[in-house]
């Protein structure tokens, strides 16, 4: 039986992955396709213990995608001159592929950006811009790192907000540390929160318990002179995330949508000349007002939508294919996310 499943998911993924190319070889107009990564860690990397699989790739995987997509025929752009070509009604590439990095982590600099210059792969890190040099990290990887590595105490208060995301327990008494797949399913369970609350949540902890606090480690956050040095040649640029990665459709201040949206992109001017007026959507998450904000400030966005781009799209739904070693660890596999993509 799993001899017959497992046949059947391989036939279905090369159907799939023969779409995809089918697609991409026949499109009959210049087509965009923007590839998202978050994190790329050696497959040995401590940080991927308290990771959410969906957030990483492997350098060797990048690697092969760059190369794959110029077997494919694309040109590699940079996703602001696709863009600003595309707005003045130049001529543009059949199949163009832009190169994307969400929420400007370190491993970036660390792994995707000498993969990028071997290969002179041009690319967009959008950046959260009041996270950039400091030590601190986003609030799925706090609570990951909490809850699979620690157990949570019984009845300590300043659990109570988390409990009810806690998977019920099969060994009352026994060491509750959760597992990856288990910690990654309360991450997915605490979006319905506001992210401010479960900053402040997770401050009270850290206060009532300090021997849960996070110990220093290695800073996970990209730092000015790491911008620096990857643009210097050109080849890596930067975008808006918001100041602090909240999810925009769940700030109920508009001043705080303010900041978080328009004041972002004066944050990212301050870094010079690399900075490129495009937004990118924290989680895909947008209000009317939001919208209205972006519109009036940025060239365009980049949403958590699936699928490609054409000549005259809105760029201000720009869609992409959000990869990971889970859907891209091969060119078959790479292929057939994007013929899913485009089902
Ligand atoms: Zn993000």
Known sequence: MAFIRSFLKSGALTLLAAYGWLRIRFSNQPTLLILTYHRILPSDAPERAAEQPGMLTTPEALEEHIRFARKLGAELIHLNEWL???????????????????????????????????????????LVTRMIGTDKTFWPEQVLSLVTTKAIPDN????????????????PGGNHRLSLLEADEVVAQLKSLEDATIIDSLEKVYESHPELAPTP????????????????????MFGAHTRHHFRLNRLKDEKTLKEEIVDC??????????????????????????????????????????????????????RRFNLHDGNSH?????LATIGRGLL
């Open 265 to 318: 992109l004066d944050d990212l001017r301050r870094l010079g000349k690399s900075a490129i007026p495009v937004f990118c959507y924290p989680n895909g998450n947008i209000t009317g007002k939001g919208q209205n904000l972006v519109s009036s400030t940025y060239k365009a966005a980049c949403t958590t939508k699936t699928g490609w781009n054409h000549t005259g799209c809105n760029p201000y739904d720009l």
């Open 330 to 334: 091969s060119k078959r596999a790479l």
């Open 217 to 236: 480690t290695a800073r996970s956050i990209l730092n000015s002179s790491e911008l620096t040095e990857m643009s210097q040649d050109g080849l890596v």
């Open 156 to 171: 300590a208060p300043a659990f109570e907000w988390l409990r009810p995301y806690l998977p019920t327990k099969s060994d």
């Open 84 to 126: 600003e070509r595309n707005e003045k009604g130049e001529k543009l590439p059949h199949l163009s592929v832009a190169f994307t990095f969400d929420d400007g982590w370190r491993d970036n600099y660390q792994y995707a950006y000498p993969k990028l210059k071997a290969q002179n792969a041009p690319a967009t890190i959008f």
